[in-house]
């Protein structure tokens, strides 16, 4: 596997279930990102962690829960979610995070479905 | 705080020929990046062309290229000779030298070529 991999790609859940997203990078990055994709809006930046450390927590509900094990490896915990939460779900890494330039690859994303 | 807009929801155009993408943002800062990103269906984002706000001459990378008016805070992308596998979603986007990794992004652009 090379880039960056999600699973599942398509998922749909109740809003009592709880589950998880995986991400899983193959750069040797050391940052790494979760986005949220809603149609017609902007990339909303959800989570970053660096070298494994939260760095940015962008005012996300509790009900999104992220997990970073080691640098190759990013969770999102899923649990209670509404109807509006139902959007693509992006995860990203880059080579670090600094002023300096890293550009960020992407995921294929999961789409979630919340009903 | 920083904005990006993408004045156009959907674009077409025929295959080989040109079409120009619009992005405009809004910024105090005299140093940053901006970029352009594609998003096929059901695939990964890609960067496409990036630009570093204090050179002057405008970025290209093959049949992409992009007219930087700074003074204006306009960033457009020019396809040329459009291909069948141009079409996607376009997104537009910002990011200051002085932040460690913040994208502000635009809504996106969704290109139709027409064979």
């Known amino acids: 596997e090379t880039g960056v991999t999600q699973t599942p790609r398509h998922l749909v859940m109740g809003m009592t279930n709880k589950k998880s997203l995986k991400c899983e990078q193959h750069l040797g990055h050391n940052a790494m990102y979760w986005y949220k994709q809603s149609a017609k809006k902007p990339l909303e930046l959800m989570f970053v962690?660096?070298?494994?450390?939260?760095?940015e927590n962008n005012s996300v509900p509790s009900r999104f829960s992220p997990e970073c094990p080691n640098s190759s490896h990013l969770f999102l915990h899923l649990h209670t979610l509404q109807p509006e939460d139902s959007a693509l779900y992006l995860c990203?890494?880059?080579?670090?995070?600094?002023?300096?330039?890293?550009?960020?690859?992407f995921g294929p994303g999961t789409r979630l479905t919340v009903t | 705080a920083q904005t990006v807009t993408q004045s156009q929801p959907e674009m077409s155009v025929q295959e080989a020929e040109t079409v120009t993408l619009s992005c405009t943002y809004d910024t105090s800062e005299s140093d940053y990046y901006l970029f352009w990103y594609k998003q096929p269906p059901s695939r990964q984002m890609i960067l496409v062309i990036r630009?570093?706000?204090?050179k002057q001459q405008n970025a290209t990378e093959n049949r992409f290229s992009v007219n930087f008016q700074k003074a204006a805070k306009s960033f457009s992308l020019k396809i040329s000779d459009s291909q069948l596998g141009d079409a996607a979603m376009y997104f537009c986007?910002?990011?200051?030298?002085?932040?460690?990794?913040?994208?502000?992004w635009g809504a996106g652009t969704k290109l139709i070529i027409k064979p």
């Open positions: 962690y660096n070298f494994k450390e939260q760095t």
């Open positions: 986007a910002y990011r200051s030298a002085y932040s460690n990794y913040q994208l502000i």
């Open positions: 990203a890494s880059s080579q670090a995070t600094g002023t300096g330039y890293y550009e960020q690859y």
């Open positions: 630009q570093e706000a204090y």
